[in-house]
């Protein structure tokens, strides 16, 4: 089984994705974290897009679909995707149908977090990352355990792309390539939307549901 999770900048991506990855032992691809790994590891490609990032705009299709492909080539994680932050626009979607079916694969399930950007504003502002253990905590509605070795304060960072301006920036890329994705999965009768702007848990359940319903 191969998932899409898509939705606007602080939707939940990934928050659900480490859910979904524990649930169903599938591997989370995030092209954000892929990206930040490459700029944090200086490479060419690191130097030559933390502007870009750092922008709200989206890095070059090309780019991002050489680091794809490394993975879908890889037949431990076959059938066993869930793709977060990939695709972003059209073209991307028609790469990946592209990319899976060269190594004998398919799309299953596209779930759609719907959030307002009102609520993308206040998590995006609260949100932390545990340099550590990669767990995502938020100031104001998942905050980070107080008694804990790894996810202590002091391990605790911020992105570099997390304020408000860029936020709103990344929105706007987000909406601007939305449409054609939307119509492009709704085609082929893979989309489910869900409202992310439930409780965590509560999207956790929804979510299960429509994976199972699809796992028979
Ligand atoms: P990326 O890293 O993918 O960022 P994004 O899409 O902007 O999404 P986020 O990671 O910000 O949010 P999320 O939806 O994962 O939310 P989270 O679970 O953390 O991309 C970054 C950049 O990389 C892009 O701008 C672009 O430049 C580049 N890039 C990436 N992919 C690319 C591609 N394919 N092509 C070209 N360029 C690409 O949750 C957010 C916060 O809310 C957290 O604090 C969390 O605790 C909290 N929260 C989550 N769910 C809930 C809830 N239900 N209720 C209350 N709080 C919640």
New binding site residues.
Partial sequence: MNLIIF???????????SFIVSKYKLFQL????I??NEIKNKTNLGVK?QS??NS??????DD?SKLLEKFILNKEYANKFIF??????LA?AKNLEILLSKYGQKIDLVLK?SVSLDVIKK??S????CSICGK???D???PAPINSNCCSSKFLQK?T??TLDIAVK?FQ??ENNTKPIIDFYKKLDLLKVVN?????SQ?NVEISGLIDSIEG
């Fill in positions: 939705g606007p900048p602080g939707a939940g991506k990934g928050t659900q994705s995030s092209t954000g974290e990206l930040r897009i870009i990032m709200g705009s989206l890095v070059l299709d991002v977060d932050g990939y695709p972003r626009n991307q977090l998590r995006i609260g949100r932390s990352v995502i905590y938020n104001f509605f998942n992105r792309d997390d990344r890329t987000y992310g702007e439930a409780p965590i999207i």
